[in-house]
């Protein structure tokens, strides 16, 4: 098969989403084509959350991370109204651009069915929070946010896939292999041998296909500039012990240095009343978390990760392969995910099935008991007690004994490239957005990036 369109997009995630939107909005005759390894919002079915497995089974394309919505079809849509945190897009444009956009795909998305309730750290409840943090030496970052739900999240996207299957031509099941240039555009082979050829290529590869195009683009002679990589572990622990802060801001990002290390560890994805999943990025199993926004189907648990940013200098420049590589050993342990409580962590002992059992809080998620120690670097890992302590300030029974920490978790941010302020690399009419491209790393800032290089590509048409 060899198909011409104006513009490819490569990745259904959330930045090729709003990319085609915004094209097909602006510019309706477009012929424009979405190509994904993943299946539509439709089929896509995890068999570990659809209950059929216990454990990971490692199929060949994960329905987690790819498919219409990318990962984050299966989050919990957390939507935050913020350039403090989220990608990188300030280092291309000014925070007043950003924050329209922001809030124009957030108009997009309550089209779709998205709520209009927003969580502020700007109330005096909050304002106190902030201050008490504060007194702890933690630091509340300020911004909006709303919680979608993990089934709202699902509808929403499925409400936009039927409006733009009408116009753009998506094909599933089909995975970008190669990136060629070709004269006056470019050429995407596939896989399954196809051709897709192009005058503008939007590349949005999401976070599953991060690794893969960074070797497009060193193929290319594109500069990367490295990123970084963090690693932790996700907490989970009795709602009520986070109620005080979870009911006031809903996601609370809270920043500590460590006094050991000076290492920076944050709060990241907290999900009251949630469930901790496991999701598998190329082949390796690393954990994350959701909650719904329906009471009735919530747990009784609050699970949320503690992250340590890891920026690597010369010679070093592969902290995406660190980071698989920390993760392979929490999954040579133990098939998959581990889980340890902190008190069995302290203590220098190995979580069993019997003194997992005898833990006051049950686990949402069936992993391995077993030793994080054995997986998790000793910086990290120094860096994440401390930070439990130090929550335990401002929300005692953090450090609880049977406090439960999964590991391990690792967010993995592609190596960057060298882009403009409109988002194009350094090949003329190629754009890369989204958290694949290295720029965002959530969904606001990813819908965004998106909008952003859709526009410029409409604007350049109309000059042209």
């Not at 978390?289 to 340590?308: I, K, Q, W």
């Amino acid at each position: 098969m060899n198909k011409r369109y104006d513009v490819v997009i490569i990745g259904s995630g959330t930045a090729g989403i709003y990319a085609g939107y915004e094209l097909k909005k602006l510019q309706p005759n477009l012929q424009v084509c979405i190509l994904d390894r993943g299946g539509d919002i439709y089929s896509r079915s995890c068999p570990i959350v659809a209950g059929q497995v216990k454990e990971c089974i490692h199929c060949k394309v994960c329905d987690t991370m790819c498919g219409f919505g990318g990962a984050g079809a299966f989050s919990d849509g957390k939507y935050n109204f913020t350039t403090a945190f989220g990608g990188w897009l300030t280092d291309y444009m000014p925070s007043s651009e950003i924050m329209e956009l922001i809030n124009y795909v957030d108009s997009v998305n309550m089209h779709f069915g998205a709520t209009d309730k927003v969580f502020s750290t700007d109330t005096p409840e909050a304002r106190a929070l902030e201050k008490r943090a504060l007194e702890k030496d933690l630091h509340l970052l300020q911004a909006r946010v709303k919680h979608l739900g993990t089934e709202n999240n699902q509808k929403i996207l499925q409400n936009i896939y039927e409006e733009l299957r009408q116009f753009i031509d998506f094909y599933f099941h089909i995975g970008a292999s190669e990136i060629r240039t070709m004269p006056g555009g470019y050429q995407v082979m596939t896989d399954q041998g196809d051709e897709f050829s192009c005058r503008y290529l939007i590349a949005a590869p999401g976070r599953s296909g991060a690794a893969w195009f960074a070797g497009q683009c060193a193929a290319l002679g594109m500069e990367l500039i490295n990123n970084q990589v963090d690693i932790g572990v996700r907490v989970e622990l009795p709602a009520k012990i986070f109620e005080h802060i979870t009911d006031v801001v809903y996601e609370s990002k809270l920043i500590y240095r460590t006094q050991q290390y000076g290492d920076q560890v944050r709060t990241f994805c907290m999900n009251p009343y949630g469930y901790v999943v496991a999701e598998n990025v190329d082949g390796i199993n690393t954990v994350n978390g959701h909650s719904y926004s329906d009471p009735s189907l919530r747990s009784e648990n609050t699970n949320f990760a503690l992250l340590v940013s890891n920026r690597f200098t010369n010679p070093f420049n592969q902290p995406y392969l660190y980071g698989r590589h920390i993760a392979s050993l929490s999954n040579m342990l133990g098939g998959g995910i581990l889980v340890q409580r902190f008190g069995d962590l302290l203590k220098g002992v190995r979580t069993n099935e019997h003194r997992l059992n005898k833990s006051f809080t049950r686990p949402t998620l069936q992993a391995t008991p077993g030793d994080l120690s054995l997986a998790l670097p000793k910086r990290q890992l120094d860096d994440i007690i401390e930070m439990i302590y130090a929550l335990d300030k401002i929300a005692p029974g953090t450090a609880n004994y049977d406090t439960l920490l999964y590991g391990a978790e690792v967010k993995f941010y592609s190596s960057r490239l060298r882009l403009t302020n409109v988002l194009e690399t350094q090949l003329p009419n190629f754009f890369a957005v989204g958290d694949g491209a290295g720029v965002t790393r959530g969904l606001a800032q990813a819908g965004a990036s998106g909008v952003r290089a859709a526009r410029e590509i409409v604007r350049r048409l109309m000059d042209s």
